[in-house]
């Protein structure tokens, strides 16, 4: 073999795993960001596993083929659970049940969505409940964040 530089030996491995890993590049760093910047790891060089953790427990709940899977979706869907949850514990609000909240799948672009007027209905009911942002886990306030919601 001529061209046996490590370059070009890991330039033909990312040839392989585009080939052979049908979830997009760019798709794959979007989420992983997701991952980091939501603090679901302490570490960020535990983003990758905790990625194919989350895409596998996809999987594994809804019986789809990986190959087909929007990781942006799921990532921000984990998400989303995580918050609903804590919120639920903390507060009684259903985000998803009892307002217009969700996420918009579109592979790159996907995003959560709350519904404007259901948010101001949200934001009003936790400053009744005096309740602050503190009072929630990073991930939570990662949520919070990203659909501007003040209290």
């Not at 259901?118 to 306030?141: A, H, P």
Request: hydrophobic content about 35%; glycine content about 2%; proline content about 2%.
């Amino acid at each position: 073999m001529e061209n046996n530089n490590k370059e070009y030996i890991n330039q033909l491995t990312d040839n392989f795993l585009s080939l052979s890993c049908p979830l997009g590049y760019s798709d794959i760093k979007i989420a992983i960001k997701h991952i980091i910047d939501s603090g679901l790891v302490p570490f960020e060089y535990e983003a990758p596993k905790k990625l194919l953790t989350i895409i596998e427990n996809f999987v594994d709940e809804t019986g789809m083929d990986f190959k087909n899977i929007d990781i942006c979706f799921v990532v921000l869907d984990y998400i989303l659970q995580y918050a609903r949850a804590e919120i639920e514990a903390k507060t009684g609000l259903d985000i998803e049940n009892d307002y217009d909240c969700w996420i918009y799948a579109n592979y790159l672009c996907s995003s959560f969505y709350f519904n404007e007027a259901d948010k101001v209905k949200f934001e009003e009911k936790l400053k009744k409940l005096r309740i602050k942002k503190e009072d929630f886990s990073e991930t939570t306030n990662y949520f919070f964040d990203d659909c501007e919601i003040e209290f």
